[in-house]
């Protein structure tokens, strides 16, 4: 990447350089980092607490000061490292390094999805490939994997140029992530997914194997050309959270490369929500039991809740060490099913707190309190996501935290 940075822009730049190193070195940023290593150790100090900010950034982005537009790509990401630090006084741990990741390109299926979407709204469609799994099945295939690493490494060779005296520059490592269902809703939507399982089962499963070997050939892409970097520090793992573990390699040994049982995996089925379980477990359950076999460690789920399943399945998955308990699950049941297991309870409060108007202090108090109770005996995160406007409210975000605080203080045992 090749830009001019005027010395104006520079002197800001570097400024925000340092101070995110203060902040990275600082104790009560260490003690955070400690406290995440005990956390997904399953030695957990204190509960740990994480607001995502990513869904309502539009309402806190700090106001750039550089004038060249590369200049406030490269402003615009420090300041946004600090933000909840600064903002918050959650738990996001401030780093000292400069990093840039891999991304492979994938298509579901190896399909273009276009979506048709509402102006100035979140809200979209697909636009569906398949209308009928029997008639259009011909039409599902398999990926063509590319990555564009000269534009990563110039881009973090460009940012390094300016700071790299300051944060340390470098690739990092991500997850592994897959989405099955997802995938399957983006190519023939929910209704079409679910009515394929009842017409077309012997179709339905086909398609659940092209996927599983198709993932498996996109894991097999990213060791052999040693894509795969170290997941067990402040790198970002889906769901909000964070790798940081003592249990996987730290390093790629001399002359070798990592395999995807070297890092952590992700996986997810928002979409199968309306299932019984003798259904997940004959359609779904077959390809995310061989996926967890993949990776070393496994975070499991998003917005759907998992104690329907949880028992004759997802509970059984290997290498599981967190779930998302979303809004929408039994935490009770939940927390009666992780107590005393090597197992991250990550709590995913509901997000109309935050959303609309004031913060009615007792009602969230009394909300979290539940949570903490439920939770009782397990290694506890409290993830807040899908935040999609705060009202402008910044202080109202800092009293949310606080009061989570408040609440572990008097009524957590870990």
Not at 92 to 115: C, E, M, S
Not at 261 to 281: H, R
Not at 284 to 301: D, H, N, Q, V
Not at 324 to 339: A, N, V
Request: with cysteine; glycine share 8%; hydrophobic share 35%.
């Amino acid at each position: 990447m090749s830009a001019v940075v005027s010395d104006k822009d520079l002197g800001i730049i570097r400024d925000l350089a340092k101070k995110q190193l203060e902040y990275a070195h600082s104790e009560r940023n260490q003690n955070n980092i400690r406290d995440w290593y005990a956390l997904n150790a399953c030695r957990p100090n204190r509960p740990m607490i994480h607001l995502e900010n990513w869904t309502f950034g539009h309402e806190i982005a700090p106001k750039l000061s550089c004038e060249g537009e590369a200049a406030r790509g490269v402003e615009a990401g420090l300041r946004g490292n600090m933000l909840n630090t600064e903002l918050f006084g959650d738990d996001k741990p401030v780093t000292d390094t400069l990093t840039a990741q891999y991304n492979v390109r994938r298509k579901p299926f190896g399909l273009d999805i276009g979506t048709t979407g509402v102006e100035n709204s979140l809200a979209y469609q697909y636009d569906h490939p398949i209308g009928d799994l029997q008639e259009d099945f011909h039409k599902l295939g398999y990926n063509t994997l590319s990555i564009d690493k000269k534009a990563v490494e110039q881009h973090l060779d460009f940012v390094g140029s300016l700071i790299g005296d300051i944060l340390t520059p470098g690739m990092t490592g991500r997850y592994v992530s897959a989405h099955p269902t997802q995938e399957i809703v983006k190519v023939m939507g929910m209704e079409t997914m679910f009515m394929s399982m009842k017409d077309y089962p012997e179709l339905f499963h086909k398609m659940m194997d092209m996927y599983l070997e198709d993932t498996l050939r996109y894991h097999r892409y990213l060791e052999d050309n040693e894509l795969l970097l170290p997941t067990v520090g402040a790198q970002y793992l889906l769901m909000g959270s964070w790798c940081f573990n003592e249990e996987l390699p730290s390093e790629i040994p001399p002359g070798g490369k990592l395999y995807t049982k070297d890092i952590w995996g992700y996986l997810e089925s928002q979409e199968t929500v309306g299932l019984s379980p003798a259904m997940f477990g004959e359609f779904i359950f077959p390809t995310f039991k061989r996926l967890a076999e993949e990776y070393g460690l496994l975070c499991y789920g998003c917005c759907e809740p998992v104690h329907p399943f949880w028992d004759d399945y997802i509970g059984k998955l290997n290498g599981l060490r967190k779930v998302s308990i979303s809004p929408w699950c039994d935490e009770q049941f939940m927390g009666e099913r992780l107590r005393g297991k090597k197992i991250v309870y990550q709590r995913k409060p509901d997000a109309n707190f935050l959303s609309f108007g004031p913060l009615d202090e007792d009602a969230w108090r009394k909300y979290i309190r539940k949570t903490i109770k439920a939770a009782r005996g397990c290694p506890l995160e409290i993830t807040q996501r899908d935040v999609y406007t705060i009202d402008n409210d910044v202080a109202k975000c800092k009293r949310y935290v606080a009061i989570i605080r408040e609440e572990i203080e008097d009524h957590w045992q870990g």
